[in-house]
């Protein structure tokens, strides 16, 4: 097996555009793990955390899906962890450890594949962990008030709702002290594009080269 792909963190608060970024660099030819979405798939396809969720939950947490398979009703997980920081620590201590398997499965392919960046998406990158072992870290950030109006058009939750959620996560000053890149999303799609060229430039400068591949 090769020399190993540069692991490179992307996160930001909500409504921040980190999703956007991501896409970005998937069209540099970065892969791009999305450990958010990972953690929804083990939640309803795997057989260990599955068990451990209707351990914490209960059985009926999970419904029947149409195509016949369980499916997590996720809105009352959320309403039941939020204010229970006991349950919300039982529930990380289950479902971060399968995501970082999952994430040293996808650090195995790229490195196979000769895939020279490995972006890792993650809403809660540093307050999981999930930093650690990267190379280096981007954070995306924004105002509050067009994260807010970005957070309400992609989940058409009302505004209280986006701003208790947003009111849960890192502060943007912190986030930003712990990066090792800063990409402000404040203007439009085509300067975001601009800036994440020039981190990713960045990274490539790091591992020696010029063109991904």
Avoid at 42 to 59: C, I, N, T, W
């Amino acid at each position: 097996m090769g020399k190993g792909p540069f692991l490179l963190g992307v996160t930001g608060g909500m409504g921040s555009g980190k999703s956007s970024v991501c896409r970005i660099l998937e069209g540099l030819g970065c892969r791009v793990f999305e450990a958010d979405l990972v953690a929804r798939q083990l939640q309803d396809a795997d057989p260990q955390v599955r068990a451990g969720m209707q351990a914490l939950f209960g059985e009926e947490i999970y419904k029947v899906a149409s195509d016949g398979s369980p499916e997590l009703r996720r809105r009352e997980v959320a309403s039941r962890v939020f204010g229970d920081t006991t349950l919300l620590g039982k529930l990380n201590g289950l479902v971060h450890p399968a995501v970082y398997r999952a994430f040293d499965e996808a650090v195995d392919a790229a490195t196979r594949d000769g895939v020279p960046v490995l972006v890792k998406e993650a809403a809660i990158l540093f307050e999981s962990g999930g930093d650690k072992g990267l190379d280096a870290v981007v954070v995306v950030s924004a105002d509050m008030q067009l994260r807010v109006e970005r957070a309400m058009q992609r989940t058409g939750l009302g505004r209280e709702e986006v701003l208790r959620r947003i009111g849960t996560q890192w502060p943007r000053e912190e986030l930003e002290r712990r990066a090792d890149y800063v990409i402000e999303n404040n203007g439009t799609l085509e300067e975001l594009a601009a800036e994440t060229r020039k981190v990713f430039q960045a990274v490539l400068a790091r591992i020696g080269q010029t063109s991904p591949g």
